[in-house]
């Protein structure tokens, strides 16, 4: 693939389009921290010119690092400190699995390791476990081991650590899942069967994505970062009817390690690991599409089946020496996506996220037209003009933009490709012509980024998907949607009480600052600024945005309340339609609290040092406390607010220094907190969703 990579080339980001873009600026882009706001990449282009050499033949050039992360190691140093060291670099074969170890946060300590794999019964009793054994057999039999004894330990291992993952989480083996490539991968290192069950776990719980038995989310996704990037080579894919997931479910479950060798592997995982990242193997997927994307536009005679044999078998052409390469273009790819794509799935492909706030998407991502984005990014790059730059075409009618519409956002009357195409057509050419000028002046208005805005509602916004599907099928790069809509940036204007003439213009955007929530001061008895949950308040104020203008309010009084519907400019004679937004509600003062379930008893995950947690750059405050986890009975308990996420942890009663995380919530679900008159020092967290005006709680902690 050596010859094919001459030929790749990235994509320019916003800031080599800049008159007044520098490779300065374009290096602190690529080499922001990961979990940044910007999409970042840990790679060798953050070293200095003289320390900066391809894969292993610099180990040779510049060894100076290599001692060095020998001695971190050797200290059971962290991620941080093999990102510190190696820098995105493909690590040397002695050090690799210590590294990894670092990288994945894997204890150091033997006693550690083990007590996870020990809590199995030994018992080999899967419902699966024949098809399973067979499986492992047939893996172990094209392995390169020498011995018959090694082939059975081999053999032997893998099947005990996936009995013992399937039996502690109480899920049956599902063949072809990726996870016989994965321990293959692994048991080439001969690790002892704990710490291979250790690793294994690990990358299935971090890299793995986890969104049903189908994995449709990720699949979709991966199409839509394709159909952004390059729509012409995803409408050839779509043409010849293969569906993403026939090609890229084994690139994604075993993290490649179905299509590589060995070597190429082991370069792959050792810059995957160190940028933490999992949604990084989706741009080197987009990667090795482009790499054979002139092969595959000339495969039209293919039939399905041929095409998708070829498309699956791409990664078996990366050598060692194209891995830091390749990853230097997927970064180049990453940074010149919206972060929205990374914040608003989080969760649903790999969990609880660890710093930045989970994001949801209006449109589900199978049903998306085109990559969504969400408002809170489409504002900030309109008012802070950071991040992707977007060209806002607002696709609603001529009254409804001409009341009120983002400030940057360019007009398109979207039912004028039904009713005057050639009309429609000159549009749209004037527009693509603005759209020039705004970035050759470096306006804040001008972006490469097309994002179309319609008014949030299914039954209007017809037109606009037209208008999206037009500009795909002319192979437009960087179509994208804005999500929920000009309704959705109302509600978002008010729920972070902005001001409206801000971000808005029109003839109606007065109206809507007149309109804002206003909250009428009332004496009360409860001093609730000293209490717990004063200073819980004062720690969430400026991240919960329905209550970063209210807070104050409403520690000081109450009984206040808030009534005012979210503002909306749209015509007068609206029809009942679907809004797609969710609202949330504020902290409260209430007489009584509601009636309490008994909650289960959580603390017997895994421990981690709670110190070291709260040290953490995005924690803003800790309160130790007790958990009512029944109406009689209290436990201790330690509430981390962090500039995202809540966090409740149950200390240990042997190791004060470690706890156990019972839950982990976004403040984005928060619903209510609530403190009682009587008693100021309890409150009651309510966490849930919003269906259209209905409450959904799915979580209640006191």
């Known amino acids: 693939m050596a010859e094919v990579k001459e030929n790749l080339k990235a994509p320019p980001t916003e800031r080599q389009t800049s008159k007044e873009s520098s490779p300065e600026d374009l290096e602190s882009t690529v080499n922001s921290a990961p979990g940044d706001e910007s999409w970042t990449m840990v790679s060798e282009s953050s070293m200095p010119d003289d320390m900066a050499a391809d894969g292993e033949g610099e180990n040779s050039k510049n060894p100076e690092w290599i001692p060095e992360l020998r001695q971190a190691l050797d200290e059971q140093c962290g991620l941080f400190e093999v990102c510190r060291i190696a820098s995105g670099r493909v690590l040397p074969e002695d050090l690799r699995v210590r590294a990894w170890q670092a990288c994945l946060d894997i204890p150091w300590n033997a006693d550690e390791q083990s007590s996870n794999f020990s809590s199995w019964d030994g018992m080999f009793s899967l419902e699966s476990q024949s098809v399973l054994r067979e499986q492992c057999k047939k893996m172990i039999d094209k392995c390169d081991l020498e011995t018959e004894v090694e082939k059975l330990s081999a053999q032997s291992d893998i099947e005990s650590v996936i009995t013992a993952f399937c039996s502690t989480r109480k899920v049956d083996y599902v063949p072809h899942s990726g996870w016989l490539e994965i321990l293959e991968a692994l048991v080439h290192f001969e690790l002892p069967t704990s710490l291979l069950y250790e690793f294994f776990s690990v990358i299935l719980k971090k890299y ?63 810059i995957y690991f160190q940028n933490d990242d999992p949604f990084l193997v989706m741009f080197l997927g987009l990667v090795l599409l482009e790499s054979q994307r002139d092969q595959i536009m000339e495969r039209k005679e293919d039939s399905k089946e041929e095409l998708c044999t070829f498309l699956k078998e791409i990664p078996a052409g990366m050598a060692p020496e194209d891995v830091v390469d390749f990853y230097e273009i997927a970064n180049s790819y990453l940074v010149t996506t919206p972060k929205s794509l990374r914040e608003a799935n989080w969760t649903t492909l790999f969990g609880s996220r660890p710093v930045s706030p989970t994001k949801r998407l209006h449109i589900p991502i199978p049903q998306a037209l085109c990559l969504p984005v969400t408002t809170d990014e489409i504002v900030t790059a309109a008012t802070r003009h950071s991040g992707c730059r977007f060209f806002v075409i607002d696709c609603r009618p001529p009254e409804q933009y001409n009341s009120g519409h983002l400030v940057t956002a360019f007009h398109l009357d979207a039912q004028l490709l039904i009713q005057d195409a050639p009309a429609f057509n000159a549009a749209v050419d004037r527009l693509l012509a603005s759209q020039k000028q705004a970035i050759e002046a470096n306006s804040v208005a001008g972006g490469e980024h097309l994002c179309f805005m319609g008014s949030g509602f299914e039954a209007e916004d017809q037109y606009v998907h037209m208008v999206v599907a037009r500009m795909l099928q002319r192979h437009h790069k960087y179509v994208s949607v804005a999500d929920g ?5 109302l509600f978002y204007i008010e729920a972070n009480a902005l001001e409206a003439d801000r971000v808005l213009a029109g003839t109606d955007v007065k109206k809507a600052k007149g309109k804002q929530t206003e909250v009428v001061a009332k004496p009360t008895a409860v001093t609730a600024s000293s209490s717990f949950f004063g200073k819980l308040t004062s720690a969430m104020k400026t991240q919960l945005p329905i209550v970063k203008d209210k807070i104050a309010t409403y520690i000081s009084n ?34 009584e609290d509601e009636d309490y379930e008994d909650k289960l008893d ?77 008693i100021p020092e309890l409150i009651t967290i309510k966490y849930g969703t919003m269906e259209g005006r209905d409450v959904v709680v799915t979580d209640i902690e006191r």
């Open 558 to 591: 109450p009984q206040a309340s808030t009534s005012s519907a979210p503002v909306r400019h749209v015509s007068a004679d609206d029809r009942p339609r679907k809004a797609q937004y969710r609202p949330q509600n504020v902290f409260v003062f209430d007489e």
């Open 208 to 270: 793995v994505p986890k969104d049903g038995p189908k994995n449709e989310v990720i699949h979709h996704l991966f199409r839509l970062i394709v159909l952004y990037h390059d729509p012409e080579l995803c409408n050839f894919i779509d043409s010849k009817r293969v569906t993403f997931d026939k090609f890229s479910t084994t690139w994604f479950a075993s993290l490649l390690a179905a299509s590589c060798k060995v070597d190429t592997l082991n370069a792959v995982w050792d």
């Open 602 to 678: 959580l603390s017997d995950g895994d421990l981690q040092n709670w110190k070291e947690f709260i040290r953490r750059p995005d924690v803003l405050a800790h309160f130790e406390c007790r958990e009512y986890v029944s109406n009689d009975q209290a436990v201790p308990a330690l509430l981390v607010i962090s500039e995202t996420d809540i966090y409740n942890f149950r200390p240990s009663a042997d190791q004060p220094e470690m706890a156990t995380m019972i839950s982990q919530h976004s403040l984005m679900d928060v619903l209510k907190i609530v403190c009682r008159r009587k």
């Open 485 to 489: 809509g000009y309704e959705a940036l």
